[in-house]
């Protein structure tokens, strides 16, 4: 690590912050300061790569200046005064919880934005493609950053704007609807998110994140904690998504463009799940105490329904879109995600934090493999892509095969890499739940969780058994294997997959003294 004072570290988190939004005005003029291309619209694609490659710098030096001995302690803090009759302050900060997300944030969209300057999206102008983009990596970088509950609450509300145009606008088939279908759903779940939210703030007096976390819910009332806790939750829960508030998830993921779906799966979901840990856990903690039990089971019901859904989907002869199963696995995997915090304990909760960066990883890698076969064969119905692939994908291409392989016995869980680690500890923390909650009833659901592991497994191996194996004819049609600027967008997330299974202290060793503080009444 790398001794960085604290005002440096100050101004890299805010230029990490409000970065990507100043570069979202910029894409917007008539041409991109100091960048020429054989097009303007080759500029503005080159400038989304300069501005998402120096916020991924900037958050990686952050990282690296990050006192890795104190990993619960608020660090890189701004706390200005922004509304001082609501006592709003724009109140910035990092911990062990949050880091990761952020670095993960960076590195996903600066890896789409370089798979979309060789891959350019089909669509309206590049200039807005650039800007939308920009602007929901800026409000997803805030979100896991921000200490202060009603800027939580716009920057969480800042990505569906962006995100509803890239699939409105740059989506495949049914576009519009999912865009639609996927905006009522969350801006539905923000409205009664944001009235929890005031109800914590009128009744405590502060919005500021650490002095709520550090009381610990104690000048709340239990049946306030219940009310907040409710209503923010289901907000939270949209948006993670938590069965049976998901069924906006499968039809955005199918009609998205492929860097949409990476980031959609990648880093928003994170934003559901981060709030739960963030601020329910710590600031109504009876409330969501009470409230455990429910989560529990519907967390493992979206394991289960999200297994079988995948199964029908990879079944020979159905009508399966390989996106749409992704989409559905993700339901699944977030299930696991939100076990582990409904247990209230620190296996549980890393576990779950180590598992939403193992999802983003894996599951982004997932969707820019399915990008790029459909770019080749023009579909990602399993059916005819099995055709068009001879079901012999390792012939034909044997490193997009290969890769593909990969990604799905990591999604999996495959011991050695980064889906391992999460699921296990969910299940961990799920047989031994924190006191006051129903260890017979947690038994039960850690039992269901285990056999959704052996569901996974099961769609996951059948998919790659229909794509990639089999006898290769010999007219069988060339298919074009991984391009170079596909393997530049890939390896870092083989690369860091494989770190993290191998190497989980590594992500542990900064959730654990954060969650544990957390956990025990509050941060500093």
Known sequence: MIDINESVMQFLLALIVAG?????????????????????????????????????IAAIVLALGFDHDHPSKMQATTDI????ALDVRIHLGIDGISLPLLVLTALLTFLCALYSYFKPPTGPSPKAFVALVLVLESGTLATFAVLDLLLFFLAFETVLIPMYFLIARWGGEQRTQAAWKFILYTLLGSVVML???????????????????????????????????????IGLAVKTPLWPLH??????????????????????????????????LPIAPDGFRTFAPYLAAFAVVGIIYGSLACLALAKQGAKGDLKRL??????????????GIATMTPTGVNGALFANIAHGLITGLLFFLVGALKDRTGTSDLDTLAQATGAALYGKAPRLGGLLAFAAVASLGLPGLAGFWGE?????????????????????????????TLLTAAYLLVVVRRVCMGTLPQDAP?????????????TPLVVLTVVAGLWPKALL???????????AGGTR
């Open 20 to 56: 990507p939004l100043l570069g979202a005005v910029a894409a917007l003029l008539p041409a991109p300061p100091g960048l020429k291309g054989k097009s303007p619209e080759q500029a503005v694609l080159r400038h989304g790569v300069t501005v998402t490659g120096v916020i991924l």
């Open 81 to 84: 005064s922004w509304i001082p």
């Open 195 to 233: 009235l929890g939210l005031l109800l914590i703030g009128i009744k405590t007096g502060t919005f500021d994140m650490v002095a709520l976390a550090t009381d610990n819910g104690r000048s709340l009332t239990t049946s306030v904690q219940v009310t907040a806790v409710l209503a923010i939750g």
């Open 247 to 280: 069924s906006w998830l499968p039809d955005a993921h199918t009609a998205a463009p492929t860097v949409g779906s990476v980031l959609l799966a990648g880093v928003l979901l994170k934003m559901g799940t981060y709030g739960f840990v963030r601020i329910l």
């Open 326 to 339: 992704i989409a559905y696995s993700s339901v699944g995997h977030m299930g696991f995600v939100l076990l």
């Open 424 to 452: 296990m500890l969910a299940l961990f923390g799920a047989f031994d739940p924190a006191v006051g909650l129903s260890r017979p009833a947690f038994l039960t659901f850690t039992a269901i969780a285990a056999f959704g």
């Open 478 to 490: 060339k298919l074009t294997d991984v391009r170079s600027y596909e393997f530049a967008a890939w």
């Open 509 to 519: 060793g900064l959730t654990d003294p954060a969650v544990q503080q957390l956990l």
